[in-house]
């Protein structure tokens, strides 16, 4: 199922993927080279995220039945979610599917 999530997030911690041109990967440490890691605060943006506990592996991680990514209002930055503060005081939309 994908789901969408819009409005102010608390605390978001992503990473971006940045290898080397002409990188070759062969091993989970090959493709974390170049790793770039961020923490941003009180930051306004839209998470679109995936769940399936059908699809480990697939399209996500082999440990998780969740895999989302970020993007800020500026679309200045985007990345893979690694954790998610929110916040009751500030209003967070969930855009679920119509099936």
Do not use: C, W
Not at 20 to 33: I, N, Y
Not at 59 to 88: A, C, K, P, Y
């Amino acid at each position: 199922m994908v789901f969408k999530l819009k409005g102010i997030f608390t605390r978001i911690d992503f990473h971006i993927q940045n290898l080397p041109e002409g990188a070759v990967v062969k091993s989970s440490k090959d493709a974390h080279q170049g790793q770039g890691k961020f923490v941003r605060e009180n930051v306004e943006g839209e998470i679109i995220g995936f769940f399936s506990t059908e699809h480990q592996t697939v399209f996500t991680h082999h440990d998780s039945f969740i895999h989302i990514h970020f993007i800020n209002r500026e679309q200045t930055e985007m990345g893979h979610v690694d954790d998610l503060l929110l916040n009751r005081k500030e209003e967070v939309m969930l855009y679920l599917p119509i099936d």
